[in-house]
Structures are given as structure tokens and as C-alpha cells.
């Protein structure tokens, strides 16, 4: 199992960026995909998760409203839309999923938002 994030980068605070995930090593398409963040000196946290199919979308309550989770199966992608960024969404954002009760997750790609 292996994820590859990218998109991330410094941003004014207002912003937009857009995260990618690629994915490989498993069936892609049975599976629930998270997006995890973690901040300097804090724990790592659940922003956004979706479905196998892409029906059923979940986020965070600090970034309801700003940020979209999706995907494309076809691709093995997951993306992650964010937008109105705020300093408090500095952070390295990673992807994430349960395989057997196993988790797993890519390096992550750093967000900074200057204010």
C-alpha cells in the first residue's frame, strides 16, 4: 500500500490549494479514504473522509464549509479542495486508510498559510 501526496505549499491566508493523493499497492476502489493533518507540536487530526464510492463525504468541524473532499477511482486519486485558508490550517496533511485493521499513510505534503 502506498500513498503519494503533492499539492501542498505556502499560501496567503484567503487562499486556495488543492491536494492530491495517489494511490497504489491495493483495490482503491473498496475502500474509505482520509485526509489526517498534523501540526507542529500537536496530535495528528481527521479533516476529511470518503467513501468507497464517493457518496458519503465527512469533515472536520474546523473546516466544514472550506474544504472538499473527492475522488476518482478510475485514477486512484483522492483530492483534497481547500479554500478560505486560514493560518490554523498550517500543517502537513496526509492520506490515510484501514486495511485489516491496519493503517496506512503517505509522507504527507507540507501547508503553510501566512497570515
Known amino acids: 500500500v502506498q500513498f503519494v501526496e503533492s499539492g501542498g505549499g505556502l499560501v496567503q491566508s484567503g487562499g486556495s490549494l488543492t491536494l492530491s493523493c495517489a494511490a497504489s499497492?491495493?483495490?482503491?476502489?473498496?475502500?474509505?479514504i482520509n485526509w489526517f493533518r498534523q501540526a507542529p507540536g500537536m496530535e495528528r487530526e481527521l479533516v476529511a473522509s470518503?467513501?468507497?464510492?464517493?457518496?458519503?463525504?465527512t469533515y472536520a468541524d474546523s473546516v466544514h464549509g472550506r474544504f472538499i473532499i473527492s475522488r476518482d477511482n478510475a485514477k486512484k486519486t483522492v483530492s483534497l479542495q481547500m479554500n478560505t485558508l486560514k493560518p490554523e490550517d498550517t500543517a502537513v496533511y496526509f492520506c490515510n486508510t484501514r486495511i485489516a485493521g491496519i493503517d496506512y499513510w503517505g509522507q504527507g505534503t507540507q501547508v503553510t498559510v501566512s497570515s
Open positions: 499497492g491495493f483495490d482503491f476502489k473498496y475502500f474509505d
Open positions: 470518503i467513501d468507497w464510492d464517493g457518496n458519503s463525504k
